[in-house]
């Protein structure tokens, strides 16, 4: 199945913009004029090769300069400015040439008759999935400014976190650099030289030293293929992980990751509720609220679970019953669910869901960050005393050998 880009114009001469998945371009044409459209353009939709996603790699806008951008945005549209005037001043406010080029054209698009979202989602290397997505949601509640500020205090803690790690990691990745950098020379260049006197010696050398001379002899003769091999492996693997069956493995994977799986579950949870959250507050019922949310929460896995839940309920279940039979889910989700189905403050009980995992979410990251350091320096620790073993041990049983 492929996929297409189209512009095409309603019954009532509304511009839709949007993307069809057919088998050919006639049978997407066929599709879109079945649904009473009359098609102004039909292009094949190109994947990014790799060299344009290294490129977009350099192109990117940091989340701090993104954030004030959406508090900015959510501040104007709040005071009634609209849309159009907001993003005009906005262009003019902003000093960044990659986001001040991208908000030319947004601008542009929506006067044009674009959508919010459909022109962000045209500069995917700086409005996420996720982003794109709320704004979506936000678009058929009319909650556009509420939604603008719940993404800019999520980019805020975004901001925050990666601030943390980073702190964390400056110098244990210093030691790292350092202790690779001395590995190298001594794989390389001092463990050649005293071979040959091992090997005269015929003293018996202990399996660690071995594996470390092996090493470093086939590391002096072919590092050449190793750096090669190196490169070609991760331009596979990010290449594999950019289409849709990589996205699906690298989804199910972060979720059995140890530690890291439990603290994904929490935050794809707090997305979902505040989502859906934003969406029955803005009037939608309860299936489309979780329809809609299952594509913001950036996961295949939960936007299947979602699809599925939204079916059971537009079949009558209640949604706290289907969420409890999922394990995706902890029974507190559900349980907090069913209590505001029973009161009828569904709103505020999807609310408590978000503060509750985003404030777990919060005291891992804390945890998680304060932990960095002190088990990386273990981890040097042990291999350097590894390292070192592998030379004296064999420079004492040679010495004992006189």
Known sequence: MAKFNYK???????????NVEASSRDTALSILLSHQLFVLSLEPVVEDNWYTRVLDFFKR????????FTRQFSTLLASQVPLSDSLANLYKQTTKPVLKEALY???????AGFSLSQALERHHGIFSEFYVNMIKSAEVTGRLSEVLSFLADYLEKQATLVSKVKNALTYPAFVIVLFVVVVIV??????????????????????????LLGVSTFMANWWWVLLIAFGVAVVLLVDYFQTN????????????????????????????????RVLIKGGLTIPQAVEISSHTIGNVVYQERLHEAAEQVRKGKLLSQTLIGLEEFPPLVGQLISVGESTGRLEDLLG??????????????????TLIQPILMVIIGGVIAALFASILLPIYSLSQSF
Do not use: C, H, W
């Open 8 to 18: 095409a114009r309603t019954k009532d001469g509304g511009l839709q913009v949007g």
């Open 352 to 369: 408590k869901v978000t503060d509750f995992y985003s404030r777990e979410v919060d005291d891992m990251v804390n945890n998680l960050v």
């Open 186 to 211: 001594m794989v390389t260049m001092v463990f050649p030289q005293i071979l040959p006197i091992f090997n005269e010696s015929k003293v018996e050398l202990p399996f660690l030293t071995k594996v």
């Open 61 to 68: 806008v940091k989340t701090q300069d993104l954030m004030i």
């Open 245 to 276: 069956e990589g996205k699906a493995v690298l989804d199910t994977l972060s979720l059995k990751v140890p530690v890291l799986g439990p603290m994904f579950q929490k935050l794809y949870i707090a997305r979902f509720a505040e989502s859906a």
């Open 105 to 111: 054209e947004i601008a542009n698009d929506v006067d």
